[in-house]
């Protein structure tokens, strides 16, 4: 028991103290120092002396090759820039640094220095961190201070649309790695005072930096700070992005259903701002994570809102009705054939009993053996480059399908069912509930292998229960099901005109329910 206790505590979720194991380590190989370079190191402030300065940075940086240091002159005074040439950009340095220094007519740094953001950093520990993000030091010989100069390189992509969410109508924009671009597709599209991004840094030893996003009035404070203080507790070296912080925040890791929505569409997650959500945005991770959640906010997509609301529900209530066919397929073919012959006409019986009396195992490893297959070729067709993943999808699945027909391994029917399957979970607008789908149906396959259609109800009967107990942030994950709230339904099940969705949703648990309010003399309801 002790083995696994260690084991799962190796990487907490939550701590009330950050652990300061890379400090002790790091001071432990240190050499001992004089009682007052020992003051100077534990206050780590500024030195008059340029030379100390650079010598307590580098030392710091564990002697990392990729520090350059150079120079130079204010007036008659001497002075040292230092930055990281793998996290700084030269011509940056140049403009922003360089040249005003050599025109200086004045001694005031931040007079002189011209560049968007300089910063003053309290001492030399937080102008290293400010270093790793792209900032460069300017230190002035006899003065006890320094300037952070935010000179940082971008490699970012072009803003794209996301190939995981394409849209027939709508924006074709996309978030990317970058969390100041993802802001400011946000804030692009939201022109109102009370949006707040608040900034966190994650991670022990990635330094990720994290923003959460959400509208002032709309959002409930209960939430926000709940989202707050889960940031804080995290403890973790390594969070380079949002899909791993994703596990530490979530209330039921072990559950099949997703509790945050992942989106990389702006338009999506505004949408989600608009009615009281809030969003995380992090650094390397071309996504937002919007919280809290309900079952039917994976089923909404920005195609049900950029058409017309027929269209629209119709295309909804598809995406629901392929949930079921995803996850009750395969089991309900298995309940037919292996207990319940009788619900079968007899005109198809005679049809199927021909295809499948020459397959020599039950229809639960027919079954198996099929789904496999398609996960095996799926698994291939996304690792794969484009157009090779696209022909071992196509060429295998009508090779593979054809030869275990004409061998017997599967019959016919069997090929039809697991092709509507498959076809089912590609509607899901969402990848991670695809995902939850694709689990779903092996333990339905079993339970209707064992019970047949007994097996199936008590299944679902299971994941309806779990459904209802689930929560996201506080908010019933079944809603508007359970609890029951009618109103909601407008924009759950279908999607009603817009001039009928003068109510937030109460599952996004909004300071302000009433959306918008008709005017006096328009449409009649």
């Known amino acids: 028991m002790g083995f696994f206790k260690n084991m799962l505590m190796n990487n907490r979720r939550t701590s009330g103290k950050k652990r300061n194991n890379s400090n ?33 940075v580098r030392q710091k940086l564990s002697g990392t090759e990729d520090i350059v240091s150079r ?41 002189v220095l011209t560049a968007t953001s300089v910063i003053q950093p309290s001492d030399l520990e937080e ?4 270093m790793l993000l792209g900032h460069s030091l300017v230190f002035i010989e006899g003065a006890a201070d320094c300037h952070a100069v935010l000179v940082n390189s971008f490699n970012n992509r072009s803003v794209n649309e996301p190939l995981n969410e394409k849209a027939v109508q709508g924006a074709h924009n996309g978030f990317i790695e970058s969390l100041p671009v993802n802001l400011n ?15 966190y840094t994650l991670g022990n030893l990635t330094k990720t930096r994290a923003s959460i996003v959400y509208l002032k009035d709309l959002a409930d404070p209960l939430l926000v700070e709940e989202i707050d203080s889960k940031l804080k507790a995290i403890d973790a070296d390594n969070l380079m992005s949002g ?15 997703p509790q945050i929505l992942q989106t990389e569409r702006p338009d999506r997650a505004v949408g989600n701002l608009l009615e009281g959500r809030v969003a995380l945005l992090m650094d390397n991770t071309p996504a937002a994570l919007i919280m809290p959640v309900t079952f039917f906010t994976f089923y909404q997509s920005p195609d049900d809102y950029n058409s017309r609301s027929i269209a629209g529900s119709f295309i909804r209530l598809l995406r629901l009705f392929s949930f079921m066919i995803a996850i009750m397929l395969p089991a309900f073919y298995i309940a037919v054939l292996s207990f319940h012959y009788e619900v079968i006409p007899n005109e198809v019986f005679y049809q199927i009993k021909g295809s ?45 399908g054809d030869a275990v027909v004409r061998v017997g391994l599967v019959s016919y029917p069997m090929i039809i069912v697991v092709a509507l399957t498959a076809i089912a979970s590609f509607v899901i607008p969402s990848h991670e509930m ?27 009967t299971v994941i309806l229960i779990h459904l209802c107990k689930l929560e996201s942030f506080g908010t019933p994950y079944f809603a508007p099901m359970s609890p029951m709230r009618i109103l909601d339904w407008k924009d759950a099940f279908v999607r009603l005109p817009f001039w009928k969705l003068n109510e937030r949703p109460l599952a996004a648990r909004p300071q302000k329910l009433v959306q918008e309010k008709k005017a006096k003399g328009g449409r009649q309801e």
């Open 243 to 257: 899909y791993l912080v994703l596990e530490y925040i979530e209330k039921q890791s072990y559950s099949p259903f």
């Open 127 to 130: 102008a290293i961190d400010l």
């Open 71 to 111: 120079s130079i002159s204010l007036g008659n005074r001497d002075g040292l820039l230092i930055y990281m040439d793998t996290a700084c950009d030269s011509d940056k340095i140049h403009e922003d640094i360089l040249k005003p220094i050599t025109r200086a007519q004045s001694d005031d740094l931040m007079r």
């Open 185 to 199: 597709l946000i804030r692009s599209q939201i022109h109102h005072r009370g949006l707040v991004v608040r900034h």
């Open 434 to 460: 695809s995902y939850s789908v694709r689990l779903l149906r092996f333990p339905m396959m079993i339970a209707a292998s064992l019970l047949g259609f007994f097996g199936i109800v008590f299944s679902l």
């Open 356 to 400: 499948i009396d020459k397959i020599p195992y039950p229809p639960i490893l027919e079954a198996f053996f099929m789904e496999l297959t398609i996960e095996l070729l799926r698994e291939a067709g996304i690792r794969l480059p484009g157009p090779l993943g696209q022909s071992i999808g196509i060429v295998g699945g009508l090779v593979i």
């Open 24 to 56: 002790s380590t790091s001071q432990q190989g240190q050499r001992s120092r004089s009682p007052h370079e020992a003051h100077h190191a534990d206050a780590a402030a500024f030195y008059t002396a340029l030379s100390e300065n650079e010598r307590f």
